[in-house]
């Protein structure tokens, strides 16, 4: 997830924040070690094409609980390098082929000044959350990944509690060169259940 779908607060100090809380952001310095995360039984992941912007943005709305996903995301998102998409944003399928859930191996050229892999819209249907699928994509996003990077990181947001969980789980550390980084990672220490000092 990058897109903020918020306004910037006021201060130097302080993280963007929005309906889905502050603007956070994560790093795997390496991709080695990668976890292994089967699909659970039925259910697989398959390379997005072009033309199902439309599918993409159905997915991310129904997944998403704090704001009105709008249609030109897509575009914002992936425009910039559309002969990328086919490689690097792919759908989550069940048996019999129906799209419920993406994620998306993208890249930035210029997070801190250089370039990184990143983990972009992670998202699964709320009817089918719950089953390990967003586990199982990640682990196929970072494999992804690392054909071309050796690093990733990710935006997200401070009430995306179960995401946070899971990206800790998968190896992501928060990154705390961002404003007001180190307090917002602090407030959710007890949440999330990790040792942020
Ligand atoms: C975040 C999201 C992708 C998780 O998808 P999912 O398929 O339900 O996740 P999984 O079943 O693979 O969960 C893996 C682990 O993540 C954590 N987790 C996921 N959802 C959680 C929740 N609602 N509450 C607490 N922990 C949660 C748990 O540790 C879970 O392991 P467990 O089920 O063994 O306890 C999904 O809730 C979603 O699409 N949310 C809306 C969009 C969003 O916020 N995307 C992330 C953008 S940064």
Redesign the pocket.
Known sequence: ?AHDGMERSGGQSAPRQGP?GDSLYMIRPTLDDLPVAPFPEGYGIRAMRLDEAGLWTDI?RD????FEVQSEWFGQAFGGDPDAVPQRCYLIVNARGVAV?TVSAWYNNNYHGETWGQVH??????A???????????AYCLAQLARWHDRAY????SE????????L?MGFRPDLDHPGARAAWLALRDKVGYPFQ
């Open positions: 997830m889905a991310q997944a998403e609980p704090f859930g819209w992670l998202a699964v249907r709320p089918y959350q719950r089953r390990g699928l967003a586990r199982a994509a990640l990710l935006g997200t947001h995306r509690i179960g995401a946070i969980r899971l990206y789980e």
